[in-house]
């Protein structure tokens, strides 16, 4: 998986808003299906300094030319990198984004506008030049133990590191031997991002790759209830809450904000009834570095 800690070396904040690193647009493709609602692609980037290392769960900074209404330059907007450390090219020359096309109504005009950074990502076209900064973040980082099984629980872009983990766990590191379960929610069948991938290791591993997903304009809970992803975990309650007692489970949550809330109604009860306090035993899984959440 990694090395140990003293030899696992994290780069973080190589390079600042002031003097960003200037990439390239390597490739960009839709990752929606026909009549999504919206448009998401996933953006290759290259990354000319071969000093800019990056781990599975770190984040860029992605600065939009331009300046702001102050005539500010941009601030950099922070993106998980869902490539692993060698990259989609193998060898760790690129970095990839999922990123969604931010569109809204501006509220004085009436006006349909697009978000500044989002706007511009998906707009992009081979060798067009991007402003990059970082990497950055130290917290959302893989296990070092060879065993760990690991719960992730994503929404809709909040895949994009889920899509580095279960890479490299499964198709770059030999030693690995855990097993992953992924809890998936978005809106319509046709916003499951990295479908095709995340299928074909459900295939090639078996018991090894469990996933199950929350289709919530599509599927319904027994009571009537839109399907979302806490609703999907609260099916397998007794198994999720026996897997969490395992001191080699590691629990990851990305997406949007306020899923923590109804992650934590599901294991609320559950922990009542094995005679527990939910955040009591939250806040020990998060000092032993066995839960992590990053929503935004």
């Known amino acids: 998986m990694v090395a140990s800690a003293e030899k696992r070396e994290v780069v973080v904040n190589l390079y600042r808003p002031n003097a960003p690193l200037i990439g ?33 769960g770190q984040s860029v900074g992605i600065i939009p030319p331009g300046e702001d209404a102050k005539g500010k330059p941009h601030k950099p907007r922070l993106y998980s990198i869902a490539s692993t450390r060698f990259g989609d090219d193998g060898e760790g020359r690129t970095v990839s984004l999922s990123v969604k096309r931010a569109e809204y109504v501006d509220r004085e005009t009436g006006q349909p506008g697009v978000g500044v950074c989002s706007g511009f990502l998906t707009d992009l076209k081979a060798g067009d030049e991007v402003m990059i900064t970082g990497p950055s973040g130290k917290t959302f980082l893989l296990p070092e133990d ?55 290791w459900k295939a090639q591993y078996g018991d090894r790759f469990r996933v199950d997903y929350a289709i919530s304009r ?55 009834q094995a005679g527990q306090d939910w955040s009591k035993f939250q806040k020990e899984l998060k000092k032993a570095d066995r839960w992590h959440e990053e929503t935004y």
């Open 218 to 272: 599509e599927q319904q809970t027994p009571d009537g209830k839109k399907m979302y992803v806490q609703n999907r975990m609260a099916e397998y309650g007794a198994e999720l809450w026996e897997m969490l007692q395992q001191p080699n489970t590691y629990t990851y949550i990305c997406g949007l904000k306020g899923m923590e809330d109804g992650i934590n109604n599901v294991m609320g009860p559950l922990a009542e």
């Open 146 to 200: 060879e065993n760990a099984n690991l719960i992730l629980i994503a929404t809709g872009t909040g895949i994009a590191p889920f899509r580095a983990f279960i890479k490299h766990l499964f198709e770059e590191d030999p030693n690995y031997q855990g097993k992953i379960w992924l809890f998936f929610g978005v809106p319509t069948t046709s916003t499951l991002l990295y479908h095709g991938d995340l299928e074909a």
């Open 24 to 56: 390239h647009c390597v490739e960009t493709y839709s990752i929606v299906g026909e009549g999504a609602p919206g448009l998401t692609k996933h953006i290759v980037l290259s990354l000319p300094d071969p000093n800019y290392r990056y781990l599975e």
